[in-house]
């Protein structure tokens, strides 16, 4: 099958006004694709982004001492998890993998610059309707329409199986993400902050376990052991756990500052960062990544790290993204 790129874009949305914020819902003449060319479709993915909502300084919605932006992170991480396990043969990009500040339109950038067939992009719903629950995902009426209906409808029917949570249905939206993605995409959000019984569930490890599994066979459709190879699978994937097992007993070589994440290389001559010097610059997944090292201790950093702080506060330009972190 010719390889097409495929954007899924997993939003947590935020809907502060009775649980329906900035979409359209209304019918559309597109048509529906059959479970054959999308289970091929499904096949041929080779390359997965996935995009933690929020981060850094923009927590999201909240609720009690849950914050949007690090459920999303959690839920990402453990939906890469669950693909490298199944699908080890797939390539899944973070947009973050840390809590740092990523530009909404420099999300699907990196699905699009990295060739991506699928995008995933988690958030957190929340309301000021108390009573509004449940899960719902949208498409965008673009290029790509019909293959994003199609996996928008088999994500739902997953939530409906397997999780207790109530489907909102499949909808058509205009966000940002669905409309720059130059591939397929849908935008899944998996319940509300806002709900009592929402938020329990989608809090808890039976929960998470239960959602993240059924954004997996949405995508990919119901695991088969024996068609998928997995017990050569599972003993590949030992013997590198074992590895990186290793590499996190390895001791801490010391501490670098991390200045902060960007899609534009910034310009190092002025400004805020005119205050360090032999800045570090690398770039991965189509974004720019800066930081200082040469730190032996994590105090030192620190003090490295509200200096620079301190000193971008007085230009009004400050280092939202800084943190200190070990160097193996």
Do not use: C
């Amino acid at each position: 099958m010719k390889s097409s790129f495929f954007f899924i874009t997993i939003l947590f949305s935020l809907n502060f006004i009775f649980g329906q914020e900035y979409y359209f819902n209304f019918e559309t003449d597109i048509k529906n694709i059959d479970t054959v060319a999308l289970n091929a479709y499904a096949d041929d993915i080779k390359i997965i982004v996935i995009d933690a909502g929020h981060g850094g300084t923009i927590n999201g919605a909240s609720k009690k001492k849950v914050k949007e932006k690090n459920l999303t992170l959690k839920y990402a991480l453990a939906l890469k998890k669950l693909i490298n396990e199944k699908k080890p043969k797939v390539k899944v990009i973070m947009t973050r993998s840390t809590d740092v500040n990523v530009e909404l339109e420099d999300r699907p950038k990196v699905a699009n610059e990295n060739k991506a067939d699928l995008f995933i992009s988690i958030h957190v719903n929340s309301t000021l309707n108390k009573t509004a629950t449940g899960t719902e995902t949208f498409y965008y009426t673009g290029t790509h329409a019909t293959i994003s209906k199609g996996i928008a409808q088999k994500i739902q029917e997953q939530y409906a199986k397997n999780t207790a949570l109530e489907s909102r249905g499949v909808k058509v939206a205009n966000y940002q993400v669905l409309r720059e993605a130059n591939v397929p995409a849908v935008l899944t959000e998996i319940g509300f902050l806002s709900n009592k019984k929402d938020l329990k569930y989608i809090t808890s490890e039976k929960g998470q376990e239960k959602i993240v599994l059924s954004i997996y066979n949405g995508i990919f459709g119901e695991t088969d052991e024996k068609k998928d190879d997995k017990k050569d699978e599972k003993k590949d994937e030992k013997k590198d756990e074992k590895k990186d097992e290793k590499k996190d007993e390895e001791p801490v070589k010391g501490y670098i500052v991390q200045l902060g994440v960007y899609a534009n290389k910034p310009d190092t001559t002025k400004g805020k960062w005119t205050y360090t010097k032999d800045i570090k610059m690398v770039k991965e997944t189509g974004l720019y990544i800066l930081y200082v090292e040469g730190f032996k201790d994590k105090a030192e950093a620190e003090k490295e790290r509200d200096r620079l702080k301190e000193k971008a506060a007085k230009l009004d330009d400050n280092f939202n993204d800084i943190f200190v972190k070990e160097k193996k």
